[in-house]
């Protein structure tokens, strides 16, 4: 949905802007490409191999243009230090996982692909998913394929790992959930929910997310716009429920008369957008893709 967030955050010439994934550039390019000699682009990734890749090193050329290590839970650190915040217009966040992430077997976020059990989006730091899987309990495994995984037999998958460990590959680990579950998808693969459960528990997703959602209201300048693409139905209650929320409003100050007790900060812009089919022919990965746009209101 490149080209639909790009449009949402009606990028202006000479606004100062931040992608929050960069994954292999590809929005951040765009964004350059709209932007004019005065215009800034603030780049994170919490991946060092994003960092390092030929994508970014060609990208560093551009004056108008940095990349840090670093999650968006981070933001408005990352902006205070470069003396920013609030005056930001346009902020980009691009969730889940990133295709070259997916697609190679060592960074074992695939079933698809036999490899070590990673899962780490930031390989610098943190237990790997088959260090998790060693020391998390039976009960808080199955909490987390439940509550992020949306498991329906989430005990039983539990009880087979338990049984199982060491786990060590991501086949492994999906042959265990595949003979666990005794009622299969049409069209899924009974591994993908524990996966995506044991992927977001060890990487925070959904806590960097709501802390990465508050941090961009704080940072936009009054007319900016907060972009968000999800790829999984926990993300986006988050995402519209967070927007919801901005614009009814936060209490003010006790000390302050009852009339400004409402203080919308964010207003939607548009509704929920979806690929197009000519995208979803050219990459089937966009098929659950949602994105939400909103714009910063004067406070």
Not at 13 to 40: K, M, N, P
Not at 130 to 148: F, N, P
């Amino acid at each position: 949905m490149l080209v639909e967030a790009l449009e949402g955050l009606a990028i202006r010439a000479d606004g100062f802007y931040v992608d929050c994934t960069f994954g292999r550039g590809g929005h951040s390019l765009e964004i350059l490409r709209r932007l004019g000699s005065s215009g800034r682009l603030l780049a994170l990734d919490k991946d060092p191999a994003a960092l390092d890749s030929a994508e970014a090193g060609a990208l560093r050329e551009d004056p108008r243009f940095s990349l840090v290590h670093g999650s968006f839970a981070g933001l408005r650190g990352q902006l205070e230090r470069l003396g920013m915040a609030g005056s930001v217009a346009g902020v980009l966040m691009d969730l889940g996982v990133s295709s070259p992430q997916l697609d190679e077997a060592g960074r074992g976020f695939s079933f698809l692909r036999d490899g070590p059990l990673d899962m780490r989006m930031d390989t610098s730091r943190g237990p790997t998913a088959a260090q998790w899987l060693d020391e998390v309990g039976e009960a808080e495994l199955a909490r987390v394929l439940k509550t992020y995984g949306e498991e329906r037999f989430a005990r039983r998958v539990a009880a087979a790992v338990m049984a199982a460990r060491p786990v060590r590959t991501t086949r492994q680990l999906a042959a265990l959930v595949e003979k666990a579950i005794p009622h299969k998808e049409k069209h899924k693969h009974p591994a993908t929910r524990s996966f995506q459960a044991i992927r977001i528990a060890i990487n925070h997703e959904l806590d960097e997310l709501e802390q990465g959602l508050a941090q961009a209201v704080e940072v936009l300048a009054p007319g900016g716009r907060l972009a968000v693409i999800s790829f999984h139905s926990l993300e986006d209650r988050i995402v519209k429920h967070f927007i919801r929320e901005q614009e009814r409003g936060k209490p003010s100050p006790s000390r302050l008369p009852l009339l400004t007790e409402h203080q919308p900060t964010l207003k939607a812009v548009g509704k929920a957008g979806m690929p197009a089919e000519e995208e979803l022919r050219a990459n089937v990965r966009a098929r659950s893709a949602v994105l939400r746009v909103a714009e910063r209101v004067a406070v």
